[in-house]
């Protein structure tokens, strides 16, 4: 799987379990329905005081905010540093 395809099944996944926190089944909500849930979800996360201006909703994600981190550390242990001449 690429990494597109990991993305795309990781919020589907993401929705699906957002939306049974809701009590909501996704499965069973209309395209007008989901956009709705969509849109009230990033709304969450914009006026929410709290929210980190670079992650956004996923603030609270903890998992999110782990493979953020995680993924940060995987690339300065595999980059060389700069140095100034």
Do not use: C
Request: charged share 30%; aromatic share 4%.
């Amino acid at each position: 799987m690429d990494a597109l395809e990991n993305l795309l099944q990781y919020g589907n996944e993401r929705i699906h379990a957002v939306a049974m926190e809701r009590g909501i089944n996704w499965d069973n909500l209309t395209d007008q329905q989901r956009e709705k849930l969509i849109d009230e979800i990033l709304t969450e996360g914009e006026s929410s005081p709290t929210a980190d201006p670079i992650l956004g909703m996923f603030t609270n994600d903890a998992d999110m905010v782990d493979e953020v981190t995680a993924d940060a550390m995987r690339t300065r242990e595999s980059t060389m540093p700069r140095t100034h001449d």
